[in-house]
C-alpha cells in the first residue's frame, strides 16, 4: 500500500487530536497483519467508496475514549459513555476520516465517507479488508488510539 | 419507512443464502425499529455505501450458523468463528447479498450507490451502536440458528 494513501489518515487524527487539546501526539511504528485483532474496548470503523475503497479503525480503550469525548464537549466530564458519548465517539472517527478525504481529494483522489459503526468488546476479531490491514498506534496525552486502515487500491 | 429501500436486502440475504449454501431461513419476522445499541449474536458484518444517500447493511448470526455456512459453502468442517477462513466467508457473503441489493437499487431508483469493502468480526459480548441512524431489524431462523438482518439509512428512510 502506498504510504500516500495512508499519510492523510495520519496527518487528519493528529491534526484532530491537536484541535482537541491533545500534547505529546507520537506515531507508533507501522504492522501489517490480514486480521486484526483488537484487545481494548471500542472500534469506531468508518467506510470510504470512490477511488480508493476500504475501511479505517479507530480502536481505544474506555477511559482513552472518556477523555476525547471529554474533550471534544470542552472539558466537560464524561463518567461513563452514554448515547451522546458513542454518538461524539462516531462524530471523532467522521471529522478524522472526512479530513483524511479531504487530502486525498486534494492529490487528486477523489473518495466519499460512509457512516461510522461502533463496536464494544474485548478481544474482537476483525477483518476489515480482503487485503493486508495496516495497524499504526497513535499516543498523545489522551491515550493511545490504534488506527487499522485497509485499502484497496 | 419507505420499503422499496429495505426489502431488497431482506430478499437478497434470503436469496443468496439458500443459493449458496441450501440453508433456508424461515419465518423472518417483519422490520421493527432497533435501539441505537444491537448486542450481537456471535459474528456479525457490516457493509456500508454512499451515492444519493449513505446507508449500512448489518448481517448478524449465531455461531452454530456461521460455522454451518462455511462448511458447506466451503467443504471443510469448522469449530471455531474466529477462523479466519469463517471470518472471510461470512464477510464475503455479505458482499455477495449486499451486492445484489444496491445492484437492484441502482437500476431501479439511480442511486449510484458503492459499496466499502465488507467489515466482519467475532468476540464474546459486542455491543454493536450505531450513531445517529434510525435502524431496522428482521429475525429469522434457519435449522442451524437464528439471523438477523439489520439495514439503516441516514437522513431517514425515504
Not at chain 2, 108 to 119: G, I, S, T, Y
Not at chain 2, 124 to 138: M, Q
Given at each position: 500500500?502506498?504510504?500516500?494513501?495512508?499519510?492523510?489518515?495520519?496527518?487528519?487524527?493528529?491534526?484532530?487530536?491537536?484541535?482537541?487539546?491533545?500534547?505529546?501526539?507520537?506515531?507508533?511504528?507501522?504492522?501489517?497483519?490480514?486480521?486484526?485483532?483488537?484487545?481494548?474496548?471500542?472500534?469506531?470503523?468508518?467506510?470510504?467508496?470512490?477511488?480508493?475503497?476500504?475501511?479505517?479503525a479507530y480502536s481505544m480503550a474506555t477511559d482513552t475514549a472518556k477523555r476525547i469525548v471529554s474533550a471534544m464537549m470542552m472539558g466537560m466530564p464524561v463518567e461513563e459513555l452514554n448515547?451522546?458519548?458513542?454518538?461524539?465517539?462516531?462524530?471523532?472517527?467522521?471529522?478524522?476520516?472526512?479530513?483524511?478525504?479531504t487530502l486525498l481529494s486534494g492529490s487528486g483522489i477523489q473518495v466519499d465517507i460512509t457512516p461510522p459503526s461502533i463496536i464494544f468488546g474485548r478481544d474482537v476479531y476483525f477483518i476489515i479488508s480482503s487485503v493486508e490491514t495496516l495497524k499504526i498506534d497513535?499516543?498523545?496525552?489522551?491515550?493511545?488510539v490504534e488506527v487499522n486502515i485497509g485499502l484497496e487500491l | 419507512m419507505d420499503e422499496r429501500l429495505y426489502n431488497p436486502f431482506c430478499i437478497s440475504t434470503l436469496d443468496i443464502i439458500k443459493e449458496m449454501s441450501d440453508i433456508d431461513i424461515s419465518g423472518m419476522d417483519s422490520l421493527k425499529e432497533e435501539a441505537h445499541e444491537l448486542t450481537s449474536m456471535g459474528i456479525s458484518s457490516i457493509i456500508t455505501f454512499a451515492g444519493a444517500k449513505k446507508g449500512r447493511l448489518l448481517i448478524d448470526m449465531e455461531p452454530s450458523l456461521a460455522l454451518s455456512l462455511a462448511g458447506t459453502i466451503l467443504g471443510e468442517e469448522y469449530d471455531d468463528i474466529k477462523d479466519p477462513m469463517v471470518l472471510s466467508l461470512i464477510s464475503e457473503v455479505n458482499n455477495i447479498i449486499s451486492g445484489n441489493?444496491?445492484?437492484?437499487?441502482?437500476?431501479?431508483?439511480?442511486?449510484?450507490?458503492?459499496?466499502?469493502?465488507?467489515?466482519?468480526?467475532?468476540?464474546?459480548?459486542?455491543?454493536?451502536?450505531?450513531?445517529?441512524?434510525?435502524?431496522?431489524?428482521?429475525?429469522?431462523?434457519?435449522?442451524?440458528?437464528?439471523?438477523?438482518?439489520?439495514?439503516?439509512w441516514e437522513g431517514g428512510s425515504s
Open positions: 500500500m502506498d504510504i500516500k494513501y495512508i499519510l492523510p489518515f495520519l496527518e487528519a487524527l493528529k491534526g484532530i487530536l491537536e484541535q482537541f487539546g491533545a500534547t505529546d501526539i507520537k506515531r507508533g511504528n507501522m504492522t501489517k497483519n490480514d486480521l486484526m485483532h483488537v484487545d481494548t474496548d471500542i472500534t469506531a470503523v468508518v467506510g470510504m467508496v470512490g477511488r480508493v475503497r476500504g475501511n479505517i448515547e451522546m458519548g458513542r454518538s461524539a465517539l462516531g462524530e471523532f472517527s467522521n471529522m478524522v476520516t472526512g479530513n483524511a478525504s497513535m499516543e498523545s496525552s489522551l491515550g493511545r | 441489493a444496491v445492484t437492484g437499487l441502482n437500476d431501479d431508483f439511480l442511486m449510484d450507490l458503492r459499496l466499502a469493502p465488507p467489515v466482519v468480526f467475532a468476540g464474546s459480548d459486542v455491543v454493536i451502536s450505531i450513531p445517529k441512524l434510525r435502524s431496522f431489524s428482521s429475525h429469522g431462523k434457519t435449522d442451524f440458528g437464528m439471523i438477523r438482518i439489520n439495514i439503516a
